[in-house]
């Protein structure tokens, strides 16, 4: 049995970094692991017992240091001001006490749910949960009973469902994390624990969950520690210490009630002396949790704008062609980085740079920014000619074959640039041609003497793809002669050990060759003053920072522009007309040339650096030749480019354990999803969901599937479908009159404290948490439905069932902000919300309010399930096909026709 899922949450307090240094404590004993960690803690604090317990369930070493308040601005905390927090062996600090006990557990990774991402899934589900549901109602009872010292008596209905609930669910199992006491059990035991504390005496546990407590304390692996712990009345203590004049309350639990109401704390109520215990409880016990505060100016601003409705709704700006500047708005230019076309891109580079970017153009679309979105194919350089080669094709005509792959695998991707050019075009000679005479003018060029590797059997100078060998800083074997993809490092070709020409396999022999160079040491001084302006007004991810400024660090030198080859733009110095430009010089400029196929205006994007904002995706190996050559070039030029402002780099996106390769067979490229029969808009939501954006993630199919069955179906899904089902069933698909309660009033003000965090967060490009933003506000509204249970209401008096229609009215309602705010994410989704809701997209503006856009009266269409279940077999189907180099199956086991057949969104 899984949860109800409702409360305000995100799941970055679960996942804040879970994978911290996983895989060298993997290389080290249970008695090893944890050696240097130290959790920092004041004494009785609530939130220390579920630590306690997960590191003796996971048999780690961690030292404790009890700190006092007073003695809190002595540590080095990273700005946290509060307790606990946990340094890790790596100098990582954790600061949520969920995400420290899961750190914890994943320490030692014996666990049977480890093994099984569905279990997992559904731990997870029971661990937010607890963050969600069960802390803000037990704040709300510890704090009417401790902190106001009242008769509680008819204050613990929700309590009593929420623990019927969890106890039912323990009745058919030992516990929730599975055949042995795991992570959702160690994170609950220390939730229920003030309830069986002197001081309240709380006497609505059920049999199985008081059962679970007992069998806890009794585990030998946790007892020790937390036995003395348990016998204290360690949160009474602690409040007492820390807040004057609390009164405790002695009282057995009330009546169970059939309708748990959705909790919203409303400080501004209370006296100030009762603010202060709100602000300890909410601060230190549930800093876990983000329990929504809702001041009395929240909840009647939201009513204000809900009351004027959608009259104030801008319509959906127009596109026009072509897009252009907008004096006096908001103009943002988006790019991302140009792929190669010598292969067909796999999942990492689709979400590591365009569907990254996509998302991002579609957000700022909704926020009625001026947005032009480019992209396209990089067509020159060694890469190419290799793969030329390796094909027995022309250049060009493995660039007019790759074109075409890419376009169509974005397409199906659903990648909405506004355009998608490539870089073997007039306009790439001309700019790229006029970008080097203004360098050349100004100085910023020299000529050297470059050693570079001749191939002794094809008597050619080898660029850096066409040579091979061990790399000198960590020995992997199959370093390229510009950069090893096992460290990262950048090299040149002469450094590599036992090269070898990539062409013939033959060996090679060092020769020299005159080349140009960019002058990266006379532009430092100015590049400094742009990345100090640029990364403290914009938007740089972490990686982008870290990696600059360890480029920087090193001192700038001279770096080559040009290379010995053939298929590139070409060199109009004379002396180097027999050559072209390097790459990574030639290929950024691509940005502004695919801009000048698109618009012969494109100076006005790309010169214009006082109107327009500049963002880039791109993958963090990509990230010094957009933070330091691409802009040295530009400054060099100085003819007032438009410079990068934002930058999100990505991690690496991994294939279950290993990496991608298309050689081997290994990983879902582009191409491939297609043939699986799974519909884009699932892959797009997995990839958002799994995207690495602050250290290295995996795609999994178990959790692939787990993550289409819990999260899409039977969450997002789930409630879209509830809610047009009740409005066509019983309300003859008509919207019904809404009579707002002030039950209803703080819940759309819940809505808003949720609507911000989302736009907050696509704004920063967080787009991880942006859609588990989207997820957290229809959990909300699964959970008010089922508070408020419409199905009986339906069935009553007058009243009742107009108090049926204000709650139906108001879910569909969420129904179509919902189909608003998932389009960056799942715009085939969206479309079809909107289609079963029967309006236009004359609304797709995101507002920083809820608005009922449906008003009473509005026909809606026929609703059908948005998603469906994936049996578990495919994941091992797929997981086989995409494995490795295997036998094919045959072509009729391509396209499984029972992978996303099945059950529909449950529907009450």
Known sequence: MSPVFGGVSSFAFLRTATFITRQSCRRLSSSQIGEAMKLYSDRGNPSLLRILAAKNLADVSMTIQYITNEDRAKFNLQGSSKLPVLETDDGNFLHSPN????????????????????????????????????????????????????????????????????????????????????????????????????????????????????????????????????????????????????????????????????????????????????????????????????????????????????????????????????????????????????????????????????????????????????????????????????????????????????????????????????????????????????????????????????????????????????????????????????????????????????????????????????????????????????SSEGTWTPNSRQITQGWVKEGLKPRCITRDLKWGTPVPLEGYTDKVFYVWFDAPIGYLSITANYTNEWEKWWKNPQQVTLHQFMAKDNVPFHTVVFPCTLIGADDNYSLLNSISATEYLNYEDDKFSKSRGVGVFGDDAADTGIPADVWRFYLVFVRPESQDSAFSWSDFVARNNTELLNNFGNFINRALMFVQNNFDGSIPAMELTDDDKKFIALINKELKTYIDNLEKIRLREGLKDVLNISKLGNQYIQSNQPWVLVKGNESERSRAGTVIGITANLSWLLSVLVHPFMPGVSEEIQRQLQVTDEGNVVLDNFIPYLETGHKIGTPKPLFHKIDASVADQFRAKYGGNKQKQPASHNKPKDATKGKEEGKK
């Open 99 to 534: 995400s420290i006990c899961r750190y914890l557990l994943d320490l030692n990774r014996s666990s049977d749910v480890a093994s099984d991402p569905y279990r997992k899934a559904i731990v997870d589900q029971w661990v937010e949960w607890e963050s969600t549901s069960l802390q803000p109602v037990i704040f709300n009872y510890l704090v009417k009973s401790i902190g106001q010292g009242r008769d509680c008596s008819g204050h613990v209905d929700d309590l009593v469902n929420l623990l019927r609930h969890a106890d039912e669910a323990l009745a058919s199992k030992k516990y929730f994390s599975g055949s042995h006491m795991g992570l959702a059990d160690v994170i609950l035991w220390g939730s229920l624990h003030p309830l069986f504390m002197e001081g309240t005496k709380y006497s609505g546990i059920g049999e199985h969950l008081l059962s679970l407590c007992l069998q806890s304390l009794l585990q030998p692996k946790i007892s020790e520690d937390i036995l003395s712990y348990c016998m204290e009345s360690c949160l009474f203590k602690w409040i007492s210490a820390n807040v004057s004049g609390i009164i405790p309350c002695h009282f057995n639990s009330g009546p169970n009630s059939p309708h748990r109401k959705l909790h919203v704390v409303n400080i501004s109520s209370h006296s100030s002396r009762q603010k202060n215990i709100f602000g300890y409880l909410h601060f230190i016990f549930f800093q876990g949790t983000i329990a929504k505060v809702l001041s009395r100016e929240e909840i009647a601003d939201a009513f204000e704008h809900w009351n004027n409705g959608s009259k104030n709704l801008p319509k959906t700006r127009r596109l026009v062609d072509p897009i252009l500047p907008i004096e006096g708005e908001r103009n943002i230019l988006i790019t991302s980085a140009l792929p190669y076309v010598n292969n067909v891109p796999h999942l990492g580079n689709i979400i590591g740079c365009v569907l990254s970017a996509d998302v991002y153009a579609r957000f700022c679309r909704l926020r009625q920014y001026n947005t032009l979105y480019i992209c396209g194919t990089d067509e020159y350089g060694t890469a190419t000619e290799t793969k030329a080669l390796e094909e027995g094709l022309t250049p060009q005509q493995i660039c007019d074959k790759y074109f075409k792959i890419h376009k169509e695998v974005y397409e199906w991707f659903q990648i909405k640039f506004d355009f998608f050019g490539r870089t073997t075009t007039k306009q790439q000679t001309e700019i790229a041609q006029d970008i080097f005479w203004r360098l050349q003018k100004q100085d910023h060029l020299v000529e050297d003497t470059l050693e570079q590797l001749q191939c002794v059997e094809c008597k050619r100078f080898l660029a850096d793809r066409f040579v091979e060998g061990t790399c000198p800083f960590c020995n992997y074997e199959g370093a390229r002669g510009d950069q090893c993809d096992s460290c990262g490092k950048l090299i040149n070709a002469i450094e590599l050990k036992k090269p070898r020409c990539k062409v013939c396999g033959g060996t090679s022999k060092v020769r020299s060759s005159k080349h140009l160079f960019l002058n990266l040491t006379k532009l430092e001084s100015s590049l400094k003053t742009w990345i100090d302006k640029s």
